[in-house]
């Protein structure tokens, strides 16, 4: 009977933290709307004083996460993933469910500093900070939780909240579980995960040439057959893991880009570039690059598409990163694919640029991030286009692969163990 109580009263308290996490996390993203507006509608009445209030504004989100809270700099996963070592370590001295990676105060300097960061134009997204936020939120409920069940795992808490996270910030709860499994616990598929997915995108491809493309239960909603997509999947493929490794690479070694040392100056540096290029391409490269990528996904031409955005975007997305602000690179990873997959349909004129746009976003993010699974179930949950799903496999399985040639060890992983080495 005490356990039953024991274990009814664990589930009650995971069920108030996801919703509270829900509503946190649209507050969130209503707030970094705001401000995402905000900033589109200087650009458009005073890009001369957007310009020069943009470095001043790097500055000053730098300094806020300096001053009150540095482990909300950058994305936040790393610093999930580095609490949750510290749980598991014994040698670690504070207790795990006191760490200021996970706390409240720490998820309020990351709303401040990534909210003055979009204000900005700093080219950040707010997923990665949401993950931070959601699972700050749950580590103060299993403080409390603790009280009546000191028995409580603070690790279960984080995976959890890193989890519910992802699914709020994406509205995509499949990828929050996928998410976990992939980054969070470091693979449960362990080194079967490989073969797993090859396993899966070679039998689809060979069910695929002899039965065409079906559905068990047959068609409820009628849809035009499938082109074959083999060169798109292959250059994007390619693409997405070379500047996909290259982009990890340069985050996880910032020496390479040469910055002052000085937090301050190195925030006015970075302010000073990405104003300059937010002002050459009109804005486009500011926030997470979600309304320029959803205007061309709705468009019925690229004619107009930017042809430089997505090199723009992925350099604009380093400097914003390694300016010291909080800000992850989720969305703008997405939106970085998205840009490669139109620029590549307009050079090699692919009648299916929408499709390019999809299969980039799905290569570019797994090779950044390493997580061919849930770059494949986040696209799919939000395109909601599941006829795409053996090309979006067999797209992240090679970018994954070609990305690994340049950052061996996925960056969220790398940055938390750079943490808690420095």
């Known amino acids: 009977m005490v356990k039953f109580r024991q274990r009814t009263y664990l589930q009650i308290t995971i069920w108030t933290a996801a919703a509270a996490v829900g509503g946190a996390a649209v507050l969130f993203a209503r707030l970094i709307e705001v401000a995402q507006k905000f900033y589109f ?99 103060w409920f299993g403080r409390i939780t603790r009280r009546v069940l000191p028995q409580a795992d603070f690790q279960t808490f984080l995976t959890a909240g890193a989890a519910a996270g992802v699914a709020a910030a994406f509205n995509a709860p499949l990828a929050g579980v996928t998410f976990a499994i992939e980054e969070v ?77 000085q937090p301050w100056k190195k925030a006015l540096y970075c302010g000073i570039l990405c104003a300059a290029v937010g002002f050459f391409s009109g804005g486009t490269t500011a926030g997470s690059g979600y309304e320029i990528t959803r205007k061309f996904l709705e468009s019925p031409a690229i004619d107009q598409w930017p042809l430089l955005f997505g090199i723009e975007k992925f350099g604009t997305t380093i400097l914003s990163y390694l300016s010291g602000m909080a800000g992850g690179i989720f969305s703008p990873c997405l939106s970085i694919g998205a840009g490669l997959g139109f620029s590549v349909a307009k050079i090699f004129h692919f009648t299916n640029f929408k499709v390019c746009a999809l299969l980039g976003m799905v290569a570019f993010f797994s ?41 061996p060890v996925p960056l969220y992983r790398f940055l938390a163990n750079k943490s808690h080495n420095g």
């Open 41 to 139: 509608t200087l650009v458009q009445g005073h890009p001369y004083l957007v310009m020069l209030g943009t470095p001043l504004l790097f500055v000053a989100a730098t300094l806020i996460v300096q001053k009150y809270g540095p482990e909300a700099r950058g994305s936040g996963i790393p610093q999930v993933l580095e609490a949750i070592d510290h749980a598991n370590n014994s040698e670690v001295v504070e207790p795990p469910w006191l760490s200021p990676l996970v706390s409240l105060r720490t998820a309020f300097v990351k709303i401040i500093s990534a909210t003055v960061g979009i204000v900005a134009g700093a080219s950040i997204g707010r997923e990665g900070p949401t993950v931070q936020i959601a699972a700050s939120v749950f580590a």
């Open 185 to 261: 616990t470091e693979g449960m598929l362990g080194q079967f995960r490989e073969m797993i997915m090859l396993a899966v995108i070679l039998s689809g491809i060979a069910a695929m040439a002899l039965s065409g493309n079906y559905l068990y239960f047959g068609h409820p909603n009628v849809a035009g057959p499938t082109a074959v997509i083999i060169p798109e999947t292959l250059i994007l493929g390619v693409l997405g893991g070379l500047l996909g490794g290259a982009f990890a690479h340069l985050l996880a070694h910032p020496e390479l880009v040469h910055l002052p040392s």
């Open 367 to 407: 090779g950044v991030i390493k997580a061919p699974l849930t770059a494949v179930i986040i696209i799919m949950e939000m395109t909601n286009e599941h006829i795409l799903i053996i090309p979006f496999m067999a797209a992240a399985f090679l970018a994954r692969r070609i990305g690994q040639m340049f950052m």
